[in-house]
């Protein structure tokens, strides 16, 4: 199965910056998913990132809050912009596992904003 | 819509005792259900899954049964152990693995 390198693992920034979170994948996939896990919570699809096209947002979640970018297969990006202490959560990317069935995630990055 | 219910925890154990966490699933289609486990400090790994009606996924000592006519997809192992502490995370998804949907996770913690 895929193996996913995600980075920073752990942030804690000053509200009103932006946070841009890696996602490295060891082989090429064509969708990649970015979740959202707040505090003793489940996670959350905040969007589908597909290469070549613009991210698919799911409701409640919005481009200029959450910018993705998908540059090429193995590889994307997700930034949380103008951060407030609403968004310390556990940020995860993953991706289809066909071999397993599933996802594969990321280690996640655990963001605290103060 | 698609969703799964999923038994509230915390749930808390003693080494060696049976382990039940219930998961019932609403979907439109013909689901396949998953368990993940969450490690403290890590992301999810994919535990076991089931893929159609009466399969029964297992993994590492855990069990589960694909159970169609009671929507549900109830996670067990016999004797847990410590290091199966844990968040544990009941899913499902239809089109081709698309639209993955998360319950709420169950807290188990197992004590010596």
């Known amino acids: 199965s895929a193996v996913i390198s995600q980075k920073p693992s752990r942030d804690i920034c000053q509200r009103g910056t932006s946070l841009t979170i890696q996602c490295q994948v060891d082989s090429q996939v064509t969708m990649m998913f970015w979740y959202r896990q707040q505090p003793g919570q489940s996670l959350t699809l905040i969007a589908t990132?597909?290469?070549?096209?613009?991210?698919?947002?799911e409701s409640g979640f919005v481009i200029d809050k959450f910018p993705i970018s998908r540059p090429n297969l193995t590889f994307s990006t997700l930034t949380v912009s103008n951060m407030s202490p609403e968004d310390s959560s556990i940020y995860l990317c993953s991706v289809e596992d066909p071999g397993r069935g599933g996802y594969t995630f990321g280690s996640g990055t655990r963001l605290t904003v103060v | 819509g698609n969703s799964v219910t999923q038994m509230e925890g915390p749930v808390t154990l003693s080494e060696e005792a049976f382990l039940t966490i219930n998961c019932t699933y609403t979907?439109?289609?013909?689901?396949?259900l998953f368990w993940y486990v969450q490690y403290p400090g890590e992301g999810l790994q994919l535990l076991l899954k089931?893929?159609?009606?009466?399969d029964k996924g297992s993994n590492k000592g855990f069990e589960a049964t694909y159970r169609k006519e009671t929507t549900s997809f109830h996670l067990e192992k016999g004797s847990v152990q410590v290091s199966d502490s844990a968040v544990y995370f009941c899913?499902?998804?239809?089109?081709?693995?698309?639209?993955?949907?998360f319950g709420a996770g169950t807290r188990l913690t197992v004590k010596p």
């Open positions: 979907a439109t289609g013909y689901p396949s």
């Open positions: 899913a499902l998804s239809l089109y081709n693995n698309n639209d993955m949907r």
């Open positions: 990132a597909n290469q070549g096209s613009e991210a698919t947002y």
């Open positions: 089931a893929t159609k009606a009466d």
